[in-house]
């Protein structure tokens, strides 16, 4: 078990620092943020002296050197805009992105795992008709639509909810209804064929020929198992909802961190980028090693086959 | 001593004054109305040995309520510290705020004394004296000295910042309240550079509480002597700003300003439809039906810098842009009236004729305009092109706006194509655009569609843009850079003013940079203001966003 764990610690590892070399090499491909900083009329005096402020004038194999080191000891930089600690200022969004993402998380699994679950042992009815509808139609239509028609007839229209902004659980309604909506409709697909292979394992045609009432069947003895891929999904999801719901925290003002990437981007602020990529990548990579683990636990063939 | 410079200050100031009553659509009529700008009288007012002073005190008032202020772009914490102002004109919405300057423009009076009480430029521009408003405090209490002026001059870091270092002589402070720059030669540009935006160097910052937090910590918690004090930033995202009551002009009549970031149009736009903002910027495209049919809406709308054609790399003779016919006919071929409707709904001016906007000062005035810089001929544009030698036209691999301006880059190029020039729209993000302008003419190939918001003088951005050695030129005409050379070497104001406008003259006659049209911006206020509009949205030059904050006041 020890070997399996440092094994899946050294792959993740691997993963992380590929990702590093990526994110550095990508964000510097795009160009010279020393010149968008100091502006188009700069003196090329005045843009090297912003250059070598931020140490950009280093090679670049020094300056990705420094980056990972930095980076091991928790130092992910300093924001050029920002003028703070990247960390820092990732810190301070990161609570409102949380907020957010935890109750559109909550909304994508209270439609998606329903919907799923009806739309494998009951495709016919109705109810199971309307959960797929809601559901497809978050996946189907973009999410800047949704955002902006929610804010048409529940803020413009109606006057029930702000308009944008955090800090109230009215002005969390929307961007969450709008983000998690998307990801509801995932949930659902995946919790619907993963519920129809389990429904046809040999221990759910025991349960049944023993009589035990359906509801158990399906919540008891199906839903448990057909719940381990969805939940491993779900994860994934978690980390994509704090970290890139950049268009809803745009349209809805919503402070998070998906809208420090984007300030990220549209400013050139490299080590910001770089930073909240690498966060980002760091929460996949311990998810996915936390569900390998506990896989490995659960079911001992996992750790024999590796 | 009659000067472009004071012309320009009164042109302006007549169209400030000429907006300061009526309705919001009366306004929008004086802008849509050439006159309104083409308005001049020159001013005999003397530059040399400028000295101004004020010691008029405004009211005091117990300030109450709350104003929500829609703000559409990212906040950089870099705009909240004036030592390292990068000359971007959207930082001082921030710092007309929180910050105060020694000098600044004021609705109708241009370069007046702020924090100073009084100033004087030596007649041979080697000195600059100040003497301190009595008073005047920044928001933790404290004096400003002359030590925070000092320090504010020999710590700045933005834009123009080496200029100033390797002009300044000495600073001597007489006592806490006066302060002397002395230079090293004339130094001519000083007044405009100290005074406007087009530096943070003028703008004061409290010595030793810099000190103590330093500049990234500044950044964090500025303090200033501004009319307001940020008591709070919600991660870069909204800011709250109380007042302050013994502000030394007048106390503000609004007791909190919060500057909400709402980047999205739409959504900025229904938070003022729903009252949740009260103050816009930039409403545009579709939205401007829309605010227009809403009575509780009012807007202002003024045609503010202009947009221009550039070729680089036209001076090689295999250049089909070397031939000045060519140049003139694509200027003969912008269907500009066209373009305004299309993209302001016809209020944008079109006839301001020049690359630099008439209240820059320094530009040249509308009575100096020539009309053909601006004239649409389409048949007088296919003979000139057939002249030419291009009688079905030529191939242009690209036309690069400066983003997001590509629906204004899309219809010139379908007019372009009216006289035979086929080209497709090279869509780059502006980062990646204000990067290329920097590497030469070889960057951006074919023409590229330009505007520019940096403030100061006509000089400021010709040295930029249209000398050799440019930061950002693509251009290079020797006999106009050794005028420039003349014109930067010059110590006589008029013989300055003179050669300013020839280089202008003498590069539109050439259409080295043909001018498209002016752009317009809209903002809008909502109901609980009981300002009028014109009198708070750009009330001074080149600023388009809401000043002075003092004046702003809630219906009762």
């Given amino acids: 078990m020890i070997a399996f764990v440092l094994r899946r610690m050294a792959a993740s590892v691997v993963t992380l620092l590929l990702l590093s070399v990526t994110i550095f090499l990508l964000v510097r491909a795009t160009g010279d943020p020393a010149r968008v900083y100091a502006g188009a009329e700069a003196s090329e005096e005045e843009v090297a002296a912003v250059r070598e402020d931020f140490g950009l004038d280093r090679p670049l194999p020094v300056q990705y050197a420094s980056f990972v080191t930095d980076t091991v000891k928790g130092d992910l930089g300093h924001s050029i805009q920002f003028r703070q600690p990247v960390f820092e200022v990732y810190m301070d969004r990161l609570p409102r992105s949380l907020i957010l993402a935890t109750v559109a998380f909550g909304l994508s699994l209270v439609i998606g795992i329903p919907a799923g679950v009806l739309s494998a042992v009951r495709p016919g009815r109705w109810s199971a008709g309307v959960f797929r509808a809601v559901a497809l139609t978050g996946v189907s239509v973009p999410n800047f639509v949704i955002a902006t028609t929610l804010i048409l007839v529940f803020a413009v229209k109606l006057r029930w909810l702000p308009t944008s902004g955090s800090g109230s659980i009215k002005q969390l309604v929307m961007p969450s209804i709008a983000l998690g909506w998307y990801f509801a409709a995932a949930m659902m697909r995946l919790t619907q064929s993963s519920m129809l292979e389990v429904m046809r394992g040999e221990y759910v045609k025991l349960a049944r020929l023993k009589g035990v009432p359906e509801w158990i069947v399906i919540g008891k003895h199906a839903l448990k198992n057909a719940l381990i891929p969805v939940l491993t999904l779900a994860g994934v999801n978690f980390v994509v909802m704090v970290n890139v719901a950049v268009v809803i925290e745009q349209i809805f003002a919503w402070p998070g961190i998906g809208d420090l990437v984007y300030q990220g981007i549209t400013l050139r602020d490299f080590p910001l980028v770089q930073g909240v990529v690498l966060m980002a990548g760091f929460m996949v990579v311990a998810v996915n090693l936390i569900v390998d683990v506990v896989y490995a636990v659960l079911d001992p063939r996992i750790r024999l086959e590796r | ?556």
Avoid at chain 2, 346 to 367: C, E, H, S, V, Y
Avoid at chain 2, 404 to 421: C, H, K, M, N, S
Avoid at chain 2, 423 to 435: D, G, P
């Fill in chain 2, 1 to 556: 001593m009659r000067t472009r410079l004071w012309r320009a200050v009164a042109a302006f100031g007549l169209l400030a004054a000429g907006c300061g009553s009526g309705d919001s659509s009366a306004g929008q009529d004086e802008t849509s109305t050439p006159e309104s700008v083409a308005q001049v009288v020159e001013v005999t007012t003397p530059q040399a040995g400028a000295e101004r002073s004020s010691t008029t005190l405004g009211e005091r008032r117990e300030p109450a309520g709350k104003v929500v202020y829609g703000w559409h772009t990212a906040l950089s914490p870099a705009w909240l510290d004036p030592q390292e102002s990068g000359n971007v004109i959207t930082a001082y919405g921030f710092n007309m705020a929180i910050h105060d300057s020694m000098i600044k423009h004021f609705p109708g009076d241009q370069l007046a004394p702020s924090l100073a009480e009084s100033y004087e430029i030596a007649d041979d521009f080697m000195s600059a004296s100040f003497t301190i408003r009595e008073g005047a405090k920044f928001h933790n209490g404290e004096p400003v000295t002359a030590d925070d002026v000092e320090f504010t001059y020999l710590n700045y870091r933005g834009t123009q910042a080496q200029l100033f270092k390797d002009r300044l002589d000495r600073i001597e402070k007489a006592d806490a309240r006066n302060i002397t720059f002395y230079f090293k030669e004339p130094f001519l540009d000083f007044l405009i550079l100290y005074g406007t935006p087009a530096t943070g160097i003028g703008w004061i910052v409290p010595k030793a509480y810099y000190e103590q937090v330093g500049p990234d910590g500044f950044k964090q918690a500025p303090i200033g002597a501004g009319p307001y004090k940020l008591v709070r930033n919600t991660a870069n995202t909204e800011l709250e700003l109380e007042a302050m009551p013994d502000y030394w002009r007048k106390g503000p009549a609004v007791k909190t300003i919060i500057y909400k970031i709402i980047t999205d149009d739409a959504t900025r736009f229904a938070a003022l439809q729903t009252g949740e903002i009260d103050l816009m910027n930039v409403v545009q495209g579709q939205l401007l039906d829309a605010a227009k049919n809403d009575d509780r809406i009012r807007l202002t709308q003024r045609s503010t810098t202009a947009f221009w054609l550039e070729f680089p790399g036209w001076e090689k003779p295999d250049s089909p842009f070397h031939d000045v016919r060519v140049r003139q006919a694509i200027s003969l071929a912008l269907n500009r009236r066209e373009i305004s409707d299309a993209e302001t709904g016809g209020f944008a001016k079109i006839d301001t004729g020049n690359w630099g906007a008439p209240d820059l000062i320094g530009a040249l005035q509308p009575d100096e305009i020539k009309p053909e810089w601006y004239e649409y001929n389409l048949e007088k544009a296919k003979q000139l092109m057939a002249d030419a030698g291009y009688p079905d036209g030529f191939e242009v691999p690209q036309l690069t706006p400066l983003a997001p301006y590509y629906a204004l880059a899309e219809r010139v190029i379908t007019q372009l194509a009216q006289i035979g020039i086929k080209t497709s729209l090279n869509r780059i993000e502006r980062a990646a655009f204000v990067e290329a302008l920097t590497k030469g003419p070889d960057a951006l190939p074919g023409i590229i569609l330009n505007i520019s918001g940096l403030n100061g003088d006509m000089a400021a951005r010709w040295r930029a843009f249209a000398t050799c050695e440019g930061p950002s030129s693509r251009t290079c005409i020797p006999e106009l850079d050794a005028k420039f050379a003349q014109y930067e070497a010059s110590t006589d104001p008029e013989e300055r003013d003179t050669l300013m406008a020839e280089l202008q003259t003498s590069f539109n006659d050439q259409y080295v940079f043909p001018y498209v049209y002016t752009l317009g911006l809209t903002m809008a206020t909502g109901p609980r203001i009981a300002n009028n509009p014109d009198d708070i949205w750009f009330s001074i030059p080149q600023f388009p966003y809401v000043f002075p904050w003092e004046d702003v006041e809630l219906k009762p």
